[in-house]
């Protein structure tokens, strides 16, 4: 199957400071990528949903300034948590989707953010 | 009312046994239905489609009631690999396609 991948996997950092996390598709060129956040013992959140070459779209309630997504290829999309604060520690995934179906959306593996 | 609803559980089960999740989603023009299995600190991964008229796969069956806007998901034969959290999943298509997740159902099969 199609393969997402997450960099990091896992990331402490210091509160006031930024954090970057890539999700690469790694065998196919993906046409959209989502953000979520899921919280202990919570739903996954979508975040935003960005498309290649063009602002990402957010969901009521993120805040596009601290949440920086950057989709630069049909391969990578990055997001950038600025100036982190201990209730942005959760888990993060990104998802990938191939083509325009439903059925064709991946998932990362996830990357588990700590702000101390 | 948030827009998928479960029974977070969690459900304990002998191995060997049938057990059943139910959820509920509160938009009626949601087009497909999904549940994805998400192990601890892992991300989700889809286990099946829910068609309308029903399907199964091996030992999971699910079944989707529009009228009631209600999903489920029966595991039969319960195995020790099955422990995980079960997310209903409900893809709101309003001009574009989005996967809204339920908080998940925890299932623990014991010995």
């Known amino acids: 199957g199609a393969v997402v991948s997450q960099h990091p996997s896992r990331v402490i950092c210091k509160s006031g400071t930024s954090v970057k996390i890539e999700c690469r598709s790694l065998?196919?060129?993906?046409?959209?990528m989502f953000w979520y956040r899921q919280f202990p013992k919570q739903s996954l959140m979508l975040m935003a949903t960005?498309?290649?070459?063009?602002?990402?779209?957010?969901e009521q309630g993120v805040e596009k300034d601290k949440f920086l997504i950057n989709h630069a290829s049909l391969t990578l999309s990055t997001l950038t948590v600025t100036s982190a604060h201990p209730e942005d520690s959760s888990f993060y995934i990104c998802?990938?989707?191939?083509?325009?179906?439903?059925?064709?959306?991946?998932f990362g593996p996830g990357t588990r953010l700590t702000v101390t | 009312r948030k827009e998928v609803e479960q029974d977070p559980g969690p459900f304990n089960v002998p191995e060997g046994a049938t057990v059943a999740f139910n959820c509920t989603y509160s938009?009626?023009?949601?087009?497909?239905f999904f549940w994805y299995r998400q192990d601890c600190r892992k991300e989700p991964k889809l286990l099946m489609s829910?068609?309308?008229s029903g399907n199964e796969d091996g030992r999971f069956t699910a079944q989707l009631n529009r009228a009631s806007q209600y999903i489920s998901l029966l595991i039969r034969d319960s195995k020790l690999s099955d422990s995980a959290t079960y997310l209903c999943?409900?893809?709101?298509?309003?001009?574009?396609?989005?996967?809204?997740f339920g908080t998940g159902t925890r299932l623990l099969v014991s010995p």
């Open positions: 998802s990938a989707r191939r083509g325009a179906g439903i059925y064709e959306q991946y």
């Open positions: 065998d196919f060129q993906a046409t959209t």
């Open positions: 960005s498309n290649e070459g063009s602002k990402a779209t957010y």
């Open positions: 938009n009626s023009a949601s087009q497909s």
């Open positions: 829910v068609y309308s």
């Open positions: 999943v409900v893809n709101l298509n309003t001009g574009f396609q989005k996967l809204v």
